[in-house]
């Protein structure tokens, strides 16, 4: 069966980094567009990144400039990287699988990111 397991949240202060990843298995991943999904505590998720056609990229405008996301087909992963981080990026970072149809696509358990000093 599917399955996206991600990992790499902890709490970091303001202006930190952290790297993201999930890691996919059941399907055979290097044909599927990927996307990360947040959501904060008391709110809806949040779409914040996707990547699709195997190299292109997108960004809430949110996360533009800070994050980038990446994948390894080699190892089954999706990556999201996050520099200077904010206290309002504190929330559970999930991947999901596909990026046009994100919401209707399995998505992880998702990983806790915290942002505060």
């Known amino acids: 069966q599917v399955q996206l397991v991600e990992s790499g949240g902890k709490m970091v202060q303001p202006g930190g980094s952290l790297r993201l990843s999930c890691v996919a298995s059941?399907?055979?991943?290097?044909?599927?567009?990927m996307s990360w999904v947040r959501q904060a505590p008391g709110k809806g998720p949040e779409w914040i990144s996707g990547?699709?056609?195997?190299?292109?990229?997108s960004y809430a405008d949110s996360v533009m400039g800070r994050f980038t996301i990446s994948r390894d087909n080699s190892k089954n992963t999706l990556y999201l990287q996050m520099n200077n981080l904010k206290p309002e990026d504190t929330a559970l970072y999930h991947c999901a699988r596909g990026f046009f149809d994100y919401a209707t696509q399995p998505w992880g358990q998702g990983t806790q990111v915290t942002v505060s000093s």
């Open positions: 059941g399907f055979t991943f290097s044909n599927y567009d």
């Open positions: 990547i699709y056609g195997g190299t292109t990229t």
